[in-house]
């Protein structure tokens, strides 16, 4: 059974700081693997998709890259910003399954 | 252009009560999907349909029931409310199957 683990559970950082999201599963026939944003009472809302196939995706100031061998994908933040805040979450879609499997979530706090 | 939209908001229900949480979307998606988040346990697939008139059942379907009878609508019905089914209900959409891009903002739904 695919399991996808996020840690940290929670990261507070400041203002202008990089950092590193990480998301890791058990099991490498993916098809592929995405990075969602959640703002507290709304919805998820797409970042980035990335293919089994590739080995990363941008987009502004994120940067996601994926490992398939070693079950491992991260998600770059550059220069935080206080807007930033909200829960990260990533999924996998297993190969020839029809749905994504979630991880638990990041929530991350950029102080001002 | 709506997106994906979700009614009710917000719903207080007694056990053994009924009621059905609706789900359209205005982007002429095959797929869509319904999910639950729960606290520490992320999201999990309850059903999914890949088009109208058809359905499947995703990892936690007991006690809900699904139908497509429209490319748009794919309502979600409690047959009897349990305090286990309180929970936040988020459906999705999307153009290929197994990669929901776009969510609706969610039904919080408490049963006492």
């Known amino acids: 059974k695919q399991e996808v683990t996020q840690i940290p559970a929670a990261l507070s950082v400041p203002e202008g700081e990089n950092l590193v999201l990480n998301c890791s599963f058990t099991?490498?026939?993916?098809?592929?693997l995405q990075w969602f944003r959640q703002d507290p009472g709304k919805g998820l809302t797409s970042l980035l998709l990335?293919?089994?196939?590739?080995r990363e995706q941008t987009s502004g100031r994120l940067n996601a890259s994926l490992d398939k061998s070693s079950g491992r994908s991260t998600l770059y933040i550059a220069a935080s910003q206080p807007g930033d805040s909200a829960t990260y979450l990533c999924?996998?879609?297993?190969?020839?399954?029809?749905?994504?499997?979630f991880g638990q979530g990041t929530r991350l706090t950029i102080n001002p | 252009n709506a997106g994906v939209t979700q009614t009710p908001k917000f719903q207080v229900l007694k056990t053994g009560q009924s009621m059905t949480l609706q789900c359209a979307q205005d982007?002429?998606?095959?797929?869509m999907s319904w999910y639950r988040q729960d606290p520490g346990m992320g999201l999990r697939l309850i059903h999914y349909?890949?088009?109208?008139?058809?359905?499947d059942q995703g990892e936690v379907p007991n006690g809900y029931n699904v139908s497509r009878s429209t490319t748009e609508d794919f309502p979600l019905r409690l047959l009897s409310a349990a305090p286990s089914q309180t929970s936040v209900y988020f459906c999705?959409?999307?153009?290929?199957?197994?990669?929901?891009?776009?969510f609706g903002d969610g039904t919080r739904l408490s049963i006492l």
């Open positions: 999705a959409s999307s153009y290929s199957g197994g990669v929901p891009q776009h």
């Open positions: 099991d490498s026939a993916i098809y592929n």
């Open positions: 990335i293919q089994s196939s590739q």
């Open positions: 999924a996998v879609i297993i190969q020839g399954a029809q749905k994504l499997v």
């Open positions: 982007m002429n998606h095959e797929y």
């Open positions: 349909s890949v088009g109208a008139g058809i359905t």
